[in-house]
Every structure is written in structure tokens, then in C-alpha cells.
């Protein structure tokens, strides 16, 4: 991605650019949720974001004949390990970086984005956080749990219904922190939620919607007698 490759070369000097950020993050904002692994994996991997820096070499001296003359090679340029301080201070420093760095490869600056989280706006945005509610580091699962409280307000019901359809299927296979998928079903049995989760049922036929329409009946938390709808009336599938 071309815009990944910018904003690697203007992190590398210390000086990302705002709009730069912005345009990565809305872009990122626009993929579905079901695509968050294979999107992770790439900016993981990504040494534009995390992995290298590029730091000035001294100049070596270098036999050019057997008369043993020595002089100074031009100062050259070679690419290094970022480091966790200089991540650290570029996530601290620049604004919605903290989006891109959810991803990170270094659990502390995991930690540090999801504490500097204010908002998920998205659908793919809000399924990274709940994401990190299962993290393999302890500190940034207890980072989530308290993100989840701050972040998601009454006015996000579309944005977590539309998150729940991959997050409902997935969060019973959560091993490492199973009080989060209760945290997590306060969240989506919200009735203006279940509301919105509920349109999508009616309306959508995609395997997507289906895999959370068994996930959803087979869920305790979301039991037909606590969702907003006449008991007698029975749930059917789409189709």
C-alpha cells in the first residue's frame, strides 16, 4: 500500500504527517471487520509502522593499496530495529496513531494505544478493540476491559451491531480472558443493539450474517426471552 509506504518513510525521520494518519486510518476504517486478521498480519509484519529505523553509519576507513592508504567513506545509511522508546514517543505525539499501533507486535505498545483510545467509530475499529480484550499480554486485556467502558457510548448501536456479526461467532473461543466476553455481551445485548443487530438479520443473506445468527441463539447472553421482540414470536433464519 502506497500510503502505508509514506507514512513509514515520514515515521522513519520522526515527522508524520497528520493527514497522512488520517487518510490511513479512514481507509482502514472502511474495510470490514471480517478482513481485521488479514489486515493485522500485514501491519504486524509492516517494518513501515514498527520494525525499522534507518541510523547513520560512521564512516570506515577502508586500504586501497598495499601503501596502506586509508581515507573516509562517505557516510552511509543502514535500517535498524525501531525502538519500543521510539514508538512510544511517536504514539504519544501523533494523532490517531494510536488506531494503527492496536496492531503492534510489541504488547507494551499495544497497551499504550488502547489506553489512548477515545473512540471506534467503525465497525473494523470497534472489533480491534474487542479484539484486545483476548490479547496474550494480561496488561492489555485489562487495558480493553476498561477502553470498553470509555469507548462505546449510546450513539454506536450501528457500529456494534455491524461489529457483532464477526464478533458474536468468535468470542466463545476466547481462552485467555473469559469474563471479557461477558464485559463484551453487556455491550451488544444493549437493546438499541440487539436492535440494530436485529435489522441486519432481516436483511442481510450473507454467510457472514448467518454464522452470527447461530452464534446469537446458541449465546446464553442473548436468550430470546431478553431481546425486544413478542416471545411468541420464534426467530427464522433468513431465506
Known amino acids: 500500500m502506497a500510503l502505508l509506504q509514506t507514512l513509514g518513510e515520514e515515521l522513519s525521520v520522526g515527522r508524520p504527517r497528520p493527514e497522512t494518519v488520517n487518510r490511513l486510518v479512514a481507509e482502514l476504517s472502511a474495510v470490514p471487520a471480517e478482513r481485521i486478521s488479514r489486515v493485522a498480519e500485514a501491519l504486524q509484519g509492516s517494518p513501515c509502522l514498527y520494525g525499522w529505523s534507518p541510523t547513520l553509519i560512521a564512516p570506515a576507513p577502508v586500504t586501497l593499496s598495499k601503501k596502506v592508504i586509508q581515507f573516509l567513506a562517505p557516510a552511509t545509511m543502514e535500517r535498524r530495529p525501531r525502538s519500543r522508546r521510539e514508538l512510544l514517543d511517536l504514539l504519544k505525539r501523533t494523532s490517531e496513531l494510536e488506531y494503527l499501533f492496536l496492531f503492534s507486535g510489541d504488547g507494551y505498545v499495544r497497551e499504550a494505544a488502547v489506553r489512548k483510545l477515545a473512540m471506534a467509530s467503525s465497525p473494523f475499529f470497534a472489533s480491534a478493540l474487542a479484539l484486545r480484550l483476548n490479547d496474550w499480554v494480561p496488561q492489555v ?15 454506536d448501536a450501528a457500529v456494534l451491531a455491524e461489529a457483532a456479526l464477526f464478533l458474536l461467532a468468535r468470542t466463545p473461543f476466547w481462552s485467555r480472558n473469559p469474563a471479557a466476553v461477558s464485559l463484551l455481551s453487556e455491550v451488544l445485548t444493549r437493546n438499541d443493539v440487539v436492535d440494530a443487530l436485529l435489522r441486519r438479520f432481516k436483511a442481510r443473506r450473507d454467510g457472514l450474517t448467518l454464522e452470527a445468527l447461530r452464534a446469537a441463539l446458541m449465546s446464553p447472553a442473548l436468550t430470546l426471552t431478553s431481546w425486544p421482540w413478542p416471545r411468541k414470536r420464534a426467530i427464522q433464519p433468513p431465506g
Not at 144 to 152: D, K, N, S, T, Y
Open 141 to 155: 486485556r485489562v487495558a480493553a476491559e476498561q477502553a470498553i467502558a470509555r469507548v462505546f457510548g449510546k450513539d
